[in-house]
T-cell receptor
Framework: ETGVTQSPTHLIKTRGQQVTLRCSSQ?????VSWYQQALGQGPQFIFQ???????GRGNFPPRFSGLQFPNYSSELNVNALELDDSALYLC????????????FGQGTRLTVV | GENVEQHPSTLSVQEGDSAVIKCTYS??????FPWYKQELGKGPQLIID?????GEKKDQRIAVTLNKTAKHFSLHITETQPEDSAVYFC???????????FGAGTILRVKS
């Protein structure tokens, strides 16, 4: 087990709705990254948060947004859900300044209908 | 930006045989290359990684090699066991464990 926990584990939403996914990072880690993994594909980097600020973003539209809290936990928010947003959303934590490995949570399976 | 290609997409081996998965990357600035194992319904689990100042790294039955000139890196699993069956992903990064670019994955089936 990595110590990275995500909630909820599964979620079903309707197209056009908004969703919030949560992640608690591993103890001692100050950086949280979010990835989207479509079925049968590798994870794709959405964005990273370090010290409560966005620190890099992949090729995702602004309706994907996030937050990091003082305890380093994080939220991923997706507005105006589209069918193609159906995927496994993964959170990874690391320690940015020391160049450490990234450890992933078990993911949240989002289905948009 | 960085692009990582992974081959093969599926690999079937007999228990006890070796398995090799290969990846290529495009950006010479990448300096960190992890391998993850993902089982059904779970998140990716880091199994081994290598940094650009090292050519090879081994951990029991698993080894990774890196050829910076050719921009290739490979995962080698020896004496495969049924519990090695999973999807394996390679990745590359310019910032160690951050902003990883993943390959498309290899489904490894170990037949007993």
């Amino acid at each position: 087990e990595t110590g990275v926990t995500q909630s909820p584990t599964h979620l079903i939403k309707t197209r056009g709705q908004q969703v919030t996914l949560r992640c608690s990072s591993q103890s001692g880690h100050n950086t949280v990254s979010w990835y989207q993994q479509a079925l049968g594909q590798g994870p794709q980097f959405i964005f990273q948060y370090y010290r409560e600020e966005e620190n890099g973003r992949g090729n995702f539209p602004p309706r994907f947004s996030g937050l990091q809290f003082p305890n380093y936990s994080s939220e991923l928010n997706v507005n105006a859900l589209e069918l193609d947003d159906s995927a496994l959303y993964l959170c990874a934590s690391s320690l940015l300044a020391r160049g450490t490995e990234a450890f992933f949570g078990q993911g949240t399976r989002l289905t948009v209908v | 930006g960085e692009n990582v290609e992974q081959h093969p997409s599926t690999l079937s081996v007999q228990e006890g045989d070796s398995a090799v998965i290969k990846c290529t990357y495009s950006d010479s600035a990448s300096n960190y290359f992890p391998w993850y194992k993902q089982e059904l319904g779970k998140g990716p689990q880091l199994i081994i990684d290598i940094r650009s100042n090292v050519g090879e790294k081994k951990d029991q039955r698993i080894a990774v090699t890196l050829n910076k000139t050719a921009k290739h890196f490979s995962l080698h699993i020896t004496e495969t066991q049924p519990e090695d069956s999973a999807v394996y992903f390679c990745a590359a990064s310019m910032e160690y464990g951050n902003k990883l670019v993943f390959g498309a994955g290899t489904i490894l089936r170990v037949k007993s």
